[in-house]
Every structure is written in C-alpha cells, then in structure tokens.
C-alpha cells in the first residue's frame, strides 16, 4: 500500500471506532494519523523499513505496527477483525452526504437499521421523524443523500427504471416518424431489479432526426453512444437507455427479442428450427423470404403457439405449455376490488383513515383493509388497546358515513421472537383479519425462524402472512428459512400468503408463487401503502403475480365485497 491508502485505511479504522462508540481519544488518533500521514513529505517506504515511524506527530508505536503491516502486506488484520463487528451494510450509510458515524450508530441501536435500503425504507414510512436527533428535514436530506449515493451503483428498483421508461417512451412516441415504440427487456418482464432500459420503435424514415432527438432529450447526463439504428444514453438518475429504431416490418421481431431472456430466445429460435424456418430481431424467414407480420401475435401463432405474456418469458417452462394451447389468463390490475395492508397516522401513516379510503374509492377498490401496527412496534406507533378501541370507534362511523368503499378493522400484528402474535386471543379474535409479520430479530438462523413463522400460521387468528422473506430490494436479503416448509404450513393450516406490492419489498419473490400455488395456497396482493400514493403500489404487485403465472382465482382481493366478507368470517376461528 501506498501512503494515500494507508491513510484511507486509518480513516476507515477511525470511523469503525466512532460507529462502535469507542473512546473519542482513540478515534480521533487514526484520523488524524491518517491525516498526517497524506501530508507526509518523508519517504514511507524509507521510515518503515529503519523503523521509525514514531518519528511521525501522533503516531505511536501500535499505529506504528499497523502501518507497518499495511505498507509490506496490504492488509491489516486488526481492521478485518473489526470489520467483523458490524453488519455488511453498516459503514455504507456513511457514504450519505451528512449522516456522519454518531447519527449511522443511533439508526443502528436504536432502530436496526444496517443497510442503505433499510433506511430509505425508514424514511419513506416515516419512522425517523420522532427520533432524537433527526425530524422531517433530516429525514428529507437523508433521502435525496441516498438517492445521489445510489445513482452510480448500476442497478436500479423496477419502479424507479418504470417511471423513467415512462416518460422517455412517451417522448419517443410522439416524435415524428415514429410509427410504434415499445419498452422492452427486464422491465418488460417486470423483472424486480433492472440495470438498464430498452426501448424499440419502428419508423418509416427520418431515423437519423430521430436519434438527434433521442440524445438531447431532458435529463440526458451522457451520450454513451450514437448510430444509425441504435443509440445509449445515461439518464441523470443514473440509469443507461439502449434506444433501437428498426422498420416496422422487423418490429414485431424485434420486440420479442429484446424482451425474452437469453434462454427463451435461445428456445424460441430452437422451435422455429424445427419447422425449417429462421427467427431473428430482424423477423421470421422462410429461407431468406421473410414471413410479413405484424405483431408478436401472429409470430407466435406462425410457430404453434399460444401467446405468451412479456412477464413469463423466462425460460420456465411457457414455451412447452404455449404449445399446448394452456397459457393461463394471468391476473390483471382491473381483477382487484380492493386491498389490504394500509396504514394510517394511528401508526406511521402519513393519512387519517378517511383520506386513505377516499383514495382507495378513486383507485376504484370496494374495500380498504386498514391495518395499522401492533403495539410492540414501538418505532412505528403500534396501537395499544386504548388505541384500537378508538380506531374501530371511528372505522365504525366512517363506514356508516362513506358510499361505494368499506373499510375493514385490520392489524399488522408483529411475529414475536417466540412467534406468538402481538396481542392476546380476546383482541385478536376481534379483527377482520390479522396480517401476521416480522419486524425484529432478523438475524435469526433457519431453523429457528422457520419455526418461529410456523407458529404464526398455525395462530387460528393469523389470516395472512406479511412480507414473508422480510427482503428489502437492493437494501437486505431476506432472513433465512425454509420456504418450503412455510408454504406447506400455509396450505395445510389454509393461510393467504401476502405479495407484498411495495417496489422495496415485492415479496413473496416470483419465483415461489408457481410452487405455492400448486400447494393450493392463495394470495393477496397488498401494497403496504403509508400514504394514498402508496396505495397504488398495487400495481407492482400485480406485475409480481402475473411473473408467478397467477390468475385471478388465486388472488382472494379480486373478490367483490360481500364475497371478502364471507371469505374472511368463513377463515375466522369464531365461524
């Protein structure tokens, strides 16, 4: 090592020690070695090796003896021991501008919080604003710090890629000679992370003055390239764009293949083989003839097939059930009547109860599911008894006022460590429906987390399991278990797996819901919304089901009211 990674080291040792509380003496030492030792004008290399280091203001001799070890070997064990102590993702929150080691240690003890997307989260639920030291604009500062932090990391939340895919393909579409253009790729698969944009349009003529118009759209940061038939762009937000003009004769082609993944293009080039025939971006040939069509439909028609949805074209099997005709019609965002999961300022809403539910009425849902949090979630304002008692007086008299939308007397009960619910059988007998989740003690090894979810399903109380895997996207992994023993309790004990719609969750992950599916058990798209905006996060959820090959018969909020409410007093422990 050099003396400027030296010194980094000694910073990084310095801020370790602030983030575990250690002596302000001792941390200050490593940073102002660290210090030093960039302005030092002596040879490094030199005072090692005649050992005199201590000559150097505010080293001594066990800073010595690191430095020693960092310039001959390029590591420091004391450091890697110490970075043992704290979570992975700890040290990151630092690289946020004004989140400095004293305020990352309060988010650590007092709130868990270890990770970038942990704390976006924390954010955008409010949890920050009552916490000594923080409020509302630390909170809005620590927010557009993540966002900046974020911008160069390369991979991007689906909904985060979807609204500047949104906007740039609006754009594209009404420039002129622009006959159609289409999103493509991962987020046309709704796939949850996204590390680039495509985008497809055909034209006619004049594609030269189209890609001039492409690279000096609003919020270009940097041309990556230009070409006649492509051009890439990196958008302000950090996210790259790959724009592709092709005919509108090869567009049809061209869409399916810059949406499939690798092994369904592969598979799908195989069949057309099959029956003598070529597929490509540039069309379907018969020889060197191409076959004139028009839309991915009839390229799929051509070969046999059923249409396959963009979301399912992952190589999972579709292209054999397409060839049988028995693609399912997958569930669509008009299928729900209503939803669960929503929060109010009871809890850590940021809308009373009425607000929230006139939102939910001109999103066109029937029923709100309001479900607040249980009262062992401190840092959230979880409802003690005295709380509920008032919260169900005023559900009570807004259902009697409200035309067109009922709201039902939910709760987001936490899982305890033990996995009992967090409230005695007298109150939770008492809910509409409990969704059972955890929020605490993450760290948990398989089996004991297993168990501990178990227990919570096999609660005759519990309707619904919340945010199975507890995974924030780009933030945290989710806990361990075994997923398969949870979706066989769910079955057998008859219990509603949450799809959890948030764009940082979307959990239960896609890839389960066929298994669990097939076990019989059924689901609710929820979108664990903190604000009206947030109801509309149903959306993504409704992409994650339709990935997981659901129809609406799996999903029991596309029930119409009287049927929910039946549902929900057949599944009650008191029918």
């Not at 990556?224 to 003009?245: H, N, P, W, Y």
């Not at 597929?279 to 070969?303: C, D, H, V, W």
């Not at 008692?389 to 939308?405: F, H, P, T, V």
Request: charged share 30%; aromatic share 8%; with cysteine.
């Amino acid at each position: 090592m050099d003396k400027k990674e030296i010194a980094r080291t000694l910073e990084e040792i310095g801020t370790l020690l602030e983030l575990k509380g250690e002596n302000p003496f001792k941390t200050r030492a490593y940073h102002n070695a660290a210090r030093t030792l960039e302005g030092l004008s002596d040879d490094l290399g030199l005072l090692v090796k005649e050992e005199r280091l201590t000559e150097i203001p505010g080293v001594g001799v066990a800073l010595a003896e690191k430095i020693t070890e960092l310039f001959k070997t390029g590591k420091l064990k004391y450091l890697e021991n110490l970075k043992k102590e704290f979570p992975p993702g700890l040290p990151g929150l630092l690289c946020i501008p004004g989140l400095g080691p004293k305020k990352v240690k309060i988010l650590f003890d007092r709130m868990e919080i270890h990770s970038l997307g942990e704390l976006e989260y924390a954010c955008k639920e409010n949890r920050l604003l009552d916490l000594k030291g923080f409020g509302a604009k630390t909170q809005e500062n620590i927010l557009k710090g993540i966002e900046y932090t974020r911008k160069h990391q390369g991979s991007f939340r689906f909904d985060q890629a979807y609204e500047t895919a949104e906007w740039i393909l609006k754009a594209v579409q009404k420039m002129p000679g622009v006959l159609r253009a289409s999103v493509g790729g991962s987020l046309r698969r709704r796939k949850e992370i996204i590390h680039d944009i495509d985008i497809v349009a055909s034209a006619r003529s004049g594609v030269e003055k189209i890609m001039d118009r492409f690279t000096r759209l609003s919020g270009v940061e940097e041309v990556l390239a230009k070409g006649e038939t492509k051009s890439s762009l990196r958008i302000a937000t950090g996210i790259q764009v790959d724009f592709r003009v092709v005919s509108d004769a090869e567009y049809p082609a061209a869409l399916l293949y810059f949406t499939g993944n690798k092994e369904h293009n592969t598979a799908m080039r195989g069949l057309a083989k099959t029956q003598g025939l070529k597929l490509n971006e540039y069309g379907l040939f018969r020889g060197e003839k191409r076959i004139p069509l028009k839309s991915e439909e009839e390229i799929f028609e051509a070969l046999g097939l059923a249409y396959i949805p963009p979301e399912i074209r992952e190589a999972e099997g579709e292209i054999e059930w397409a060839r049988k005709g028995k693609i399912p019609d997958l569930i669509e965002e008009k299928d729900i009547q209503g939803v669960f999961h929503a929060h109010s300022t009871y809890s850590d809403g940021t809308a009373t109860i009425e607000t929230m539910a006139s939102a939910a009425q001109k999103l066109g849902f029937k029923y709100l599911g309001l479900s607040d949090h249980s009262q062992s979630a401190a840092y959230a304002g979880g409802l003690s008894p005295a709380k509920l008692k008032k919260q169900w007086a005023e559900i009570d008299e807004l259902n009697r006022s409200l035309k067109g939308i009922k709201i039902l007397k939910g709760i987001e009960s936490d899982i305890l460590a033990d996995g009992s619910l967090d409230y005695p059988d007298e109150i939770l007998k008492r809910f509409d429906f409990v969704i059972a989740s955890i929020h605490s003690r993450f760290q948990m090894n398989e089996e004991a987390m297993t168990r501990r979810l178990i227990k919570a399903l096999e609660n005759p109380y519990t309707t619904m399991l919340g945010h199975k895997t507890g995974r924030l996207i780009l933030g945290r992994e989710g806990y361990a278990l075994n997923v398969d023993k949870i979706i066989e309790t769910a079955a057998k004990r008859k219990k509603i797996i949450e799809i959890n719609a948030s764009p940082h969750r979307l959990d239960m992950d896609w890839r389960y819901l066929k298994k669990a599916r097939d076990k019989g058990v059924k689901f609710s798209i929820n979108p664990d919304a903190h604000s009206p905006e947030g109801l509309k996060d149903t959306f993504y959820g409704v992409g994650i089901a339709r990935k997981g090959w659901l129809i609406p018969a799996d999903v029991i909020n596309t029930m119409p009211l009287s049927q929910i409410e039946s549902f929900l007093a057949k599944e009650s422990p008191l029918s």
